[in-house]
């Protein structure tokens, strides 16, 4: 178990500090808004309230005690900018940063956040992937080339296996996770043959598995 420090209790913040919970972990949201720590005080290990910009303040409620800091402000770049520094100089070993744009994060990057989200970006990428791939299920960009893709299994491929499809000699792409049913198998066995539904966990580069994703309503693919 973790403990995380969760700095902003915005929609992105609370949805964080929510979801880490659930699953098990210790999560702290601090804010200087004593209405948005009161609607999640109830859903998280603890709360506090305190002007995030304020080293001594953040300091007070041991800092250096946490694995993971997430600095979730969205509007203001210099409450932004000051708590991921403050939170990098108490020694966080992991410090991930909110950045509405490319600027932001450069900055961000800059002052030592470990690694920067753009939550409004990324969800706005996934709606546009599920609307132009109708059997995308899921989409996770890794960076401007490579992604990891939940899609449903191509009509092609039902009936064969990795191993008969080449998959990776093929498309230099991994097929690391399939899912039929409830059940999930990570990673997915090479002999095992796809069944029509199956839902496939596709890593790689971004253009190869979207031409994959198509396969499903293309009937002008050729086999390579």
Do not use: C
């Amino acid at each position: 178990m973790k403990q995380f420090i969760v700095v902003g209790g915005g929609r992105f913040g609370e949805s964080a500090a929510k979801a880490l919970t659930e699953s098990g972990q210790e999560v702290m949201v601090v804010d200087i808004d004593e209405d948005v720590i009161q609607q999640i005080s109830g859903e998280v290990e603890s709360t506090a309230i305190l002007d995030v910009t304020d080293e001594q303040a953040m300091n007070s409620i041991g800092l250096n005690n946490f694995d993971v800091a997430i600095i979730a402000i969205g509007g203001e770049l210099r409450a932004s900018i000051m708590a991921t520094l403050i939170a990098k100089e108490a020694g966080i070993p992991l410090v991930i940063s909110r950045a509405k744009d490319s600027l932001q994060a450069n900055v961000l990057k800059k002052i030592g956040a470990d690694r920067v989200v753009f939550p409004e970006s990324d969800m706005g990428v996934k709606i546009a992937k599920a609307l132009t791939f109708d059997n995308v299920v899921d989409f996770m960009q890794l960076d401007e080339t490579h992604s990891v893709f939940e899609v449903t299994v191509p009509k092609l491929w039902v009936g064969s296996n990795l191993i008969d499809l080449m998959v990776r000699k093929k498309y230099n792409i991994n097929v690391v996770g399939v899912k039929r049913g409830e059940t999930f198998q990570v990673p997915p066995s090479p002999s095992q043959n796809f069944e029509d539904g199956d839902i496939i966990v596709i890593a790689g580069q971004t253009k190869v598995i979207e031409e994959i994703a198509l396969l499903v309503s293309s009937d002008l693919y050729v086999k390579r």
